[in-house]
């Protein structure tokens, strides 16, 4: 038994677990807003991350302004997305609108195979050091600078929902579209800064997993592998996305080390979230932290 991996293994899943928290988020803030899930948010990292790679490698440009640029491209793109395909659908039936973000996710799969193809692309060099020395541990930079960002967009979510005007209009929105409206309230301006932060978010995690694995159709699967968080934390819930982002990030590499030196089933690190997301479901189906529907008849 070899215990000498077994906090590596920790600490890379808190950092992995920190990412998978923030494309939590971004599935929470949508529903929150518009009790919708959208499956095409694994499709948000995935063009993100081409915008980005595509900005650094023809033009040459300096990571960072490749990034801001990013940003703002993935934030209109939120916008322009919400207002043209999503707004005509509201006040339609729920499964209309899912299945519409599950055709968006199809469409943006095979338009970004189509123009940048199929293989797995990488990044310029950014880092100066692929890797640095924590602790005696070996750590990809890319991760340091994903902990970075995730803590900087946490702290970003908590004070948007308590302090800012458009952080408070969107929880009133979330409560009642009706009496929100009734305040003065844009719904549709609201749903649209939901899809926009959670497209800006999304590019951020789709950037840094293609710094450290490359860019390719591969990173779309994200969307999929956070559901499991999605669902441990609560649908509705912000603080639930962060610890259940955490907890599958370092159940995924416990279950990698279980499996190396017991079990020997192979793929554990893929399934386990999965298996956990069925105990989820069947114990506690509205999460940790996610509000009980209570229905009166």
């Not at 948007?160 to 305040?183: C, E, I, N, P, Y």
């Amino acid at each position: 038994m070899d215990w000498s991996l077994l906090l590596p293994l920790i600490l890379n899943g808190l950092i992995v677990g920190a990412l998978y928290g923030v494309v939590a988020m971004s599935f929470v803030l949508i529903y929150k807003a518009s009790q919708v899930v959208n499956f095409a948010q694994g499709e948000f990292l995935l063009v993100g991350a081409w915008v980005c790679w595509w900005l650094l490698s023809e033009f040459h440009l300096p990571f960072w302004a490749g990034f801001l640029m990013t940003l703002a491209f993935m934030t209109l793109f939120g916008i322009i997305l919400q207002v043209v395909v999503l707004r005509p659908l509201i006040g339609e039936p729920v499964i209309s609108v899912i299945m519409a973000t599950i055709g968006l996710g199809i469409f943006f799969q095979a338009l970004m195979k189509w123009i940048f193809g199929v293989f797995a692309k990488p990044f310029p060099p950014i880092f100066p050091t692929d890797r640095v020395l924590i602790l005696g541990l070996q750590i990809q930079t890319a991760y340091l600078l994903s902990l970075g960002i995730s803590v900087l967009i946490m702290f970003g979510f908590a004070w948007f929902f308590t302090a800012s005007k458009h952080g408070l209009a969107m929880r009133a929105t979330a409560f009642d579209q009706q009496v929100a409206q009734s305040l003065g309230i844009s719904v549709p301006r609201v749903f649209a800064m939901s899809w926009a932060i959670s497209a800006l978010v999304s590019a951020v995690a789709g950037v840094v997993v293609g710094i450290v694995n490359g860019v390719s159709s591969a990173l779309s699967f994200y969307g999929i592998k956070v559901f499991p968080a999605v669902i441990l934390g609560g649908l509705d819930s912000v603080v639930g996305a962060v610890l259940g982002g955490l907890i599958v990030g370092v159940l995924e590499n416990l279950a990698q080390y279980v499996d190396a030196e017991w079990l020997h089933w192979g793929n554990m690190y893929t399934v386990a979230p999965f298996y956990a997301l069925i105990l989820i479901l069947l114990i506690k189906p509205y999460g940790l932290f996610g509000t009980r529907a209570i229905e009166r008849v």
